[in-house]
């Protein structure tokens, strides 16, 4: 199984839809967790952190659940722009590796 | 631009040669990252720097890899004896912040083909 487990979609969406993905993570001992987004042939970048009480970012919402161990990302009012692999991130505890998942595509249309 | 640079772009070799990737975090950062991606893959950790001192490794990474960081700053990362299945691009990342909140910022990577 793998560490960190993601819809690959793809998720085809029109604008101004609202969108939602999840995240599991295997180990229990997971200590932080982030939302990268990847455009295609370009290098990840920092979406947002994921913090245990749920915070947002402008239309972005994203959510954790330690007991269930999964971690959500929300898109609200899409735009074409937000198309794109959207990446969830773990850090474990007592190590220093980060643990990317395999990606959720998101295609926005017009 | 300051941000984390990569070199070569794109690398080309036969099966059977050895190449070798450099990376140039920002100036300011101590925790430099080699990452391996795949189409349609998320990022697959490879090795991790403290400074100097290589304090992880993945086992991902066999004998035929080697990295080095000499003096904290710069790192390159050395395929020996290149395989087809080592296709793939290299992604490099450095941060500055310890603990919880700790984010990674990336260079545009080395895609490589081996032929």
């Known amino acids: 199984r793998k560490e960190v487990e993601q819809d690959p979609g793809p998720f085809n969406v029109p604008e101004g839809a609202t969108v939602a993905f999840n995240c599991t993570y295997s180990n229990s001992a997971s200590q932080s967790f982030f939302w990268y987004r990847q455009d295609c042939r370009k290098e990840p970048k920092l979406l947002m952190s994921v913090y245990s009480s749920g915070n947002e970012d402008g239309r972005f919402t994203a959510q954790l659940n330690r007991a269930s161990q999964y971690i959500s990302l929300l898109i609200r009012d899409s735009k074409l722009s937000d198309s794109a692999t959207y990446l969830c991130v773990v850090r474990n505890t007592g190590g220093f590796k980060t643990i990317f998942g395999a990606g959720t595509r998101l295609f926005v249309k017009a | 631009d300051t941000g984390v640079s990569q070199d070569p772009r794109h690398k080309i070799t036969k099966r059977g040669q050895n190449v070798t990737f450099r990376c140039d975090p920002i100036s300011e950062h101590n925790r430099l990252y080699w990452y391996r991606q795949t189409l349609g893959q998320g990022p697959e950790f490879l090795t991790y720097f403290q400074n100097e001192a290589q304090l992880e490794k993945s086992r991902l990474l066999s004998d035929r890899f080697s990295a080095e960081r000499p003096k904290g700053s710069f790192s390159t990362l050395e395929i020996q004896r290149t395989e087809q299945g080592d296709s793939a691009m290299y992604l490099c990342?450095?941060?500055?912040?310890?603990?919880?909140?700790?984010?990674?910022?990336f260079g545009s990577g080395t895609q490589l083909s081996v032929l």
């Open positions: 990342a450095s941060s500055l912040v310890a603990g919880e909140n700790e984010k990674l910022f």
